[in-house]
């Protein structure tokens, strides 16, 4: 049986952090800088974006640590935040094209000895992923990149996004034949709903 013990901690933390402790907040932060991250590219899917929106998570937390009544109640509070802040800006953006002149990148980094050809099957493949996971359905793009980009267990992912664990395993299971579809060219839409 785990212990809570680091719960109890984490709303001594909260608690010292409503109160102003700065220290306190670098904490929380701190621990859940990992998943906080990995939540917002499963929304945005830019680092860019990402980086500037875990900047302005921190100058909210600042503000809104106070309206949050149940310090047990962080993890869940913190990722409504961040998932609320990151589908506004996701909003707000205008989609850009990905720069498809690899090629030239390519032919710059690339060691002579290397194959070229390789290397821009390899870029293409590792883009078609990334495309697939990107056109994923939020729900199951957050619980796949929480899984699989940031190394989340089940619990983890289950607690954060205040999920039951079954059904952040469907959500996976689906996640991953959408994915596998996608790249296979079958039809998306035939994956059994789980």
Sequence with gaps: MRS????????????????????????????????????????????????????????????????LKDPESFKPWLAAVARNLALTRRQRRSRKPLALDELSAIRETADPQQNVVEEITRQETHQQILQAIELLPEKYREVFVMKYMQDMSYAEIGEILNLPLTTVQMRLVRARRMIQNRLTGKPVDKVPRT
Excluded: F, M
């Design 4 to 67: 809570s013990r680091p719960k109890r901690n984490e709303s001594a933390l909260v608690c010292a952090a409503r109160q102003g402790d700065r220290q306190a907040l670098q904490k929380l932060l701190e621990t859940h800088w990992r998943w906080l991250k990995g939540l917002l590219y499963s929304i945005l899917g830019n680092p860019d974006d990402v980086d500037e929106a875990l900047q302005s998570v921190c100058v909210l937390l600042l503000d809104k640590i106070g309206t």
